[in-house]
């Protein structure tokens, strides 16, 4: 089953924009981590984010956390055509030590 | 550190037939997770170990998967027998115990069945 959920599918903007990615979950967690996955490749982890943080920075990225409203969301800031990849939040699964995915968005930097 | 290392990258197989999928962990990690991707259902926990021991295979599509971990640097992912709603990319990803730890994928292998 499914915790994350990430809005939107697809997104796609101007080299040099900024892009925000949202995800959704559905019970409480500990922490959130975001994975980027370039095609052909596999997963990445890009950041991990705990409960009891409200926002986090790691280079051009910031993530943010709102455990009231179960949602992260992660800013790409000064967008490159290398950015271009899915992205993916993930949380702890259930009972189970394995993380769930979300389905991730899709991401397209124009150069 | 060579990351974990996932064979073969590619197969194409006829529907029947077995496919075995390897990977080698990071050193020293004690998780290994076994996922699976498709654009329908996105990313699968298939079945996850801890020391070599298989703790949840509830995510194991049936009867015909199967996985083991023989020891700490090798597992396998077997389909018997296989068929064409198999084809995906099945990763392998390892991690290292803790309270809050980040996964380490493979490449993937990607499989076809025709």
């Known amino acids: 089953s499914q915790q994350g959920e990430e809005d939107p599918q697809a997104l796609s903007i101007q080299e040099g924009e900024n892009a925000t990615m949202n995800c959704s979950y559905k019970?409480?967690?500990?922490?959130l981590q975001w994975y980027r996955q370039n095609s052909g490749r596999g997963l990445v982890h890009l950041i991990l984010?705990?409960?009891?943080?409200r926002e986090k920075h790691s280079g051009r990225l910031r993530v943010t956390l709102d455990t009231s409203k179960k949602s992260s969301s992660l800013l790409i800031t000064a967008s490159r055509a290398a950015d271009t990849a899915s992205y993916f939040c993930?949380?702890?699964?259930?009972?189970?030590?394995?993380?769930?995915f979300g389905k991730g968005t899709h991401l397209i930097i124009q150069p | 550190d060579a990351g974990v290392i996932q064979s073969p990258r590619h197969e194409v197989t006829e529907m029947g037939q077995e496919v075995t999928l390897r990977c080698k962990p990071i050193?020293?990690?004690?998780?290994l997770f076994w996922y699976r991707q498709t654009m329908m259902r996105g990313l699968e926990l298939l079945i996850y170990?801890?020391?070599?021991?298989?703790?949840?295979d509830s995510g194991m599509p049936e009867d015909r998967f199967s996985a083991k971990m023989p020891n700490a640097s090798f597992s396998t992912l077997k389909i018997q027998p296989s068929e064409p709603r198999d084809s995906a990319v099945y990763f392998c990803?390892?991690?290292?115990?803790?309270?809050?730890?980040?996964?380490?994928f493979g490449e993937g292998s990607w499989l076809t069945v025709v």
């Open positions: 993930a949380t702890p699964g259930g009972g189970a030590d394995g993380l769930t």
């Open positions: 050193s020293g990690h004690d998780y």
């Open positions: 170990f801890n020391n070599n021991v298989p703790i949840d």
């Open positions: 019970t409480s967690i500990n922490n």
């Open positions: 984010i705990r409960s009891n943080e």
């Open positions: 990803a390892s991690a290292r115990s803790s309270k809050t730890y980040t996964i380490y």
